[in-house]
Structures are given as structure tokens and as C-alpha cells.
């Protein structure tokens, strides 16, 4: 067994109140309590009935007062969880384990969970596969490593890596290749399940060729959460990326790494990159509109959730794979009745919310709930079905009623929820949900859908 590792931190208490309403001072020092739980583990972890594992873990802040950790399994029959993070597979089937700090206010970051599947038997790796286009990387460059474990269903995908020599390109643990100085090296991937099966795969670095010109192309606007690589030009036209310098003059609304800008809020920024050898740059101002949403695979529908038990969701390849409840109702929610989970909605610009999933049968009932802070709205209104060829509907609502509740039509959302009842369906998938401008613009996004469907 591996040896576990543990550390925590936050605040304590030092005050009391009196009954005659005077404050007494405890004179206790201040306690340290986790303020986070690191796993050294997959969130997926495959195990075959009869054996453990034990989770080597670390905390912050490592000088904690109260070092200890609450385990928990949500299925004894299937897996057991020791206090020291020992898993025991007991049956085939599925369990969550939980593990929270023994004292603290369970907040989020605090909550860390595997999802462990007890199988009856291991499928070994027998070959690993790389599928990069190229195998070159310039110096300071980086390389994501693609991959296939064959065979598909194989049991263990954890790898790790290394470098046959470091001086020209190291390796980290997720297959990133960093250039060093121009050579080929040998970058060889190991397997852990006890089959010995790895694989190697020859990378040359290149001696970096500087850019002495960048020229961007400025993009559509982007939604919220977002992740876009830019369309730039580099001159000369083979020069290295790692020459450029970028830099956002707002990283509140948009950072930038090599070229792909990332929308962290709602707002405008300007994109600027420098050539190292020349100093020439180049810049460009991006917006990400208020109350422009996009809730997908690139956000990983991001927020949403099940109101109330109703149902359940599971993101499954960059969908929504929605379980009815038993019955017949699912609540789809994203913002929540409290001050920390509200959204920004834009009733002006961005009114109609929509979203494309599998065909119900006739029947089932629609309608979205809306309803802001100071509880000066309450819409629960019935959304709007549209049946596709190819067995999809998209299902909408026009808010645009609401744009004078304040100015610029931007309001904090408490409450945004759709509810769906009478389902005939145990099960449905969600493909996308989105703001549009407009119904129009929702039917032209929804036409160009259907031709990349």
C-alpha cells in the first residue's frame, strides 16, 4: 500500500456571546482547516472484485490543525472506503466515493469524488497507438501527444511518460512535449495494468525561427465560456510561435496562451501579440456580449443541473443525456435560488433561450421558469416545440417581453429553469442550449445545424 499523505487549512472561532449579550473572548488560537483536497488518481478509477486501493492524496495548506478526511461510498455492496482512503471492490457495479475534510464548511472545492466501476475482469492493453499529424515541436514549443489503447475497451487508460533525453525535450505527465534545443528524442508511454505494454514514438525538435511580422484576424464575437484559437499569420510563414508574446488587456473578460483566448466574463478586451525579434505586434478587440450563453460540448453545458430530484443528468460525449424521473418529469436548471449560483441574462439583446434535444412523443409539456433578485419577475411561460427531420426538436422562448426591467436589459437571473412533464420517454438527449438575438436568428442557426448534423 502507498502511504498517504495529508495537510488542511482555514479559520477557527475565538468568540462567544453571553447571556447578558456581552462578548467573551475564548483566548483560542485560530485554527487551520483544509482549504483543499488534491487525489492522485483518475476521476474514473476501474477495479476488479476482491482488490483495494489506496488513494494517495495531499491538502492545503500542508500545516493544518486537523488533518483528518471523511470517506465515503454510496454503495457498500459494490465498494468500501477505510478512513485512510483505502477502496475495497466488493461486487460488480458502481459507486461514488466522497471524501470531504472531517471539519470545515463542505464547500465545494472542498468535495472531491471518484466514480469507481467493480469489474469481474481486466481487459489488458495490448499496443498504444500515436495519431499526431506531425511529430516536430520547435524549442520552448509545446506538443500534445495524442493516442489510442488498443483495444478499444481496454480496462486502464492511465499512462505515464518519459523522455529518453531531457536535454532536448521533456514530457509531462499528461503526454505535453516541451522543446529544449533541436534533436530527435524518443518519448515512450507506459501502461500500469500489469501488462507490460507501452509505447514509443520518435519527436524531433527544431531550432526556433523567429516571426518578424504577426497579423490577426479579428473573429465573431464570443459567448461566455468559450475557448477559440485565433486566426493569425506569422511572417515568415514557417516562423515559431513561441517568438510571439500575447497579452490581454483585460484578463477579467479574456485570457490568451499561445494564440487561444479564453472568454472568462462578459465585457471587451484587446488582444495583443508581440514579435520577440522585432517587436512588431498586432492587436485585436474582442467582445463577449452580455447574455450571449452557448451550452455545449465546448462548455461541457456548464452549470446545469437537476432541480429537486427530477430526473438526472450525465454528460456524455459533449451531450446531455437527461434520465426522466419516474414521474414522467425532469427539471433542467442552471441558476439557482441563491446569491452565489445567479446568471447574467440579457432580455434586449439576447432574449430567446433554446435548446435541441431527441424527439418527445406528443404530449409532454414545456415551460421555462425565470424569475430575478428582487423577485420583480416571475415568468413561467410555455415554450414554444419544433419538430426536425431528423428526429431532433428544438424548443424555445421569447423573453423579449422582459427587456424593460432595466435599461440596458440586462437582469440577474435567481431562478432559470426548464421544466418538462408528461414524458412518455424514460430517457432523452440534450444537444445544445443556447441565446439567440431573435427567433430568426435562432431558425438560421438552426438550418445551418441541420446541414452539419
Known amino acids: 500500500m502507498k502511504k498517504i499523505y495529508l495537510g488542511i487549512g482555514m479559520l477557527g472561532l475565538g468568540l462567544l456571546v453571553s447571556c447578558d449579550d456581552k462578548e467573551l473572548t475564548t483566548g483560542l488560537p485560530e485554527n487551520q482547516l483544509i482549504t483543499a483536497i488534491n487525489l492522485d488518481v483518475t476521476s474514473e478509477l476501474p477495479m476488479l472484485v476482491g482488490t483495494d ?3 494517495v492524496y495531499s491538502v492545503t495548506p500542508e500545516d493544518a490543525d486537523i488533518r483528518e478526511l471523511k470517506w465515503k461510498s454510496s454503495n457498500e455492496l459494490v465498494a468500501t472506503v477505510s478512513d485512510d482512503g483505502t477502496i475495497s471492490a466488493m461486487e460488480v457495479g458502481d459507486a461514488v466515493i466522497t471524501v470531504t475534510p472531517s471539519v470545515g464548511f463542505g464547500r465545494d472545492e472542498n468535495v472531491k469524488t471518484i466514480s469507481v466501476s467493480v469489474l469481474s ?3 489488458g492493453a495490448e499496443s498504444i497507438h500515436f495519431t499526431n499529424e506531425t511529430l516536430e515541436v520547435y524549442e520552448t514549443d509545446q506538443l500534445q501527444l495524442t493516442y489510442d489503447i488498443l483495444p478499444a475497451n481496454h480496462t486502464y487508460s492511465y499512462l505515464t511518460w518519459s523522455s529518453s533525453d531531457e536535454s532536448i525535450a521533456t514530457v509531462d505527465e499528461n503526454g505535453v512535449v516541451t522543446g529544449v534545443k533541436p534533436g530527435p528524442v524518443t518519448i515512450t508511454a507506459y501502461t500500469h495494468d500489469k501488462t507490460g505494454t507501452k509505447g514509443s514514438v520518435v519527436v524531433t525538435v527544431k531550432e526556433v525561427l523567429p516571426a518578424t511580422e504577426i497579423s490577426i484576424t ?3 464575437p464570443l459567448y461566455w465560456k468559450q475557448s477559440l484559437e485565433l486566426d493569425y499569420t506569422l511572417t515568415p510563414e514557417d516562423a515559431s510561435l513561441a517568438s510571439v508574446e500575447w497579452e490581454s488587456s483585460d484578463e477579467s473578460v479574456l ?8 472568454a472568462v466574463s462578459f465585457g471587451t478586451a484587446t488582444i495583443t501579440a508581440t514579435c520577440k525579434e522585432t517587436g512588431k505586434s498586432a492587436s485585436v478587440e474582442l467582445t463577449v456580449p452580455w447574455g450571449f450563453y452557448v451550452w455545449d460540448a465546448t462548455t461541457d453545458f456548464e452549470g446545469w443541473g437537476i432541480n429537486s430530484n427530477l430526473g438526472s443528468v450525465e454528460r456524455v460525449d459533449g451531450k446531455l443525456e437527461v434520465t426522466v424521473s419516474s414521474d414522467n418529469r425532469v427539471y433542467l436548471q442552471r441558476a439557482y435560488n441563491t446569491q452565489a449560483n445567479v446568471m ?15 424527439q418527445l412523443a406528443s404530449g409532454a409539456t414545456y415551460q421555462i421558469n425565470l424569475a430575478n433578485l428582487e423577485k420583480t419577475l416571475n415568468d413561467s411561460g ?7 427531420s431528423d428526429g431532433t426538436q428544438v424548443v424555445y422562448y421569447d423573453a423579449s417581453k422582459h427587456s424593460n426591467l432595466s435599461d440596458d436589459g440586462i437582469v440577474a437571473i435567481r431562478a432559470f429553469m426548464f421544466k418538462l412533464t408528461k414524458i412518455q420517454e424514460d430517457a432523452f438527449t440534450v444537444y445544445w442550449i443556447r441565446t439567440f438575438e431573435s427567433v430568426d436568428d435562432m431558425n438560421n442557426f438552426v438550418k445551418a445545424d441541420n446541414v452539419n448534423q
Do not use: L, W
Not at 447574467?344 to 431527441?358: E, G, I, L
Not at 410555455?382 to 426536425?388: A, D
Open 53 to 55: 486501493s489506496t488513494i
Open 121 to 123: 475482469r481486466i481487459i
Open 218 to 220: 479579428k473573429p465573431e
Open 255 to 262: 485570457t490568451v496562451n499561445r494564440g487561444v483566448v479564453q
Open 344 to 358: 447574467d441574462v440579457n432580455f434586449k439583446d439576447y432574449p430567446v433561450f433554446a435548446f435541441r434535444c431527441s
Open 382 to 388: 410555455g415554450m414554444t416545440v419544433v419538430k426536425q
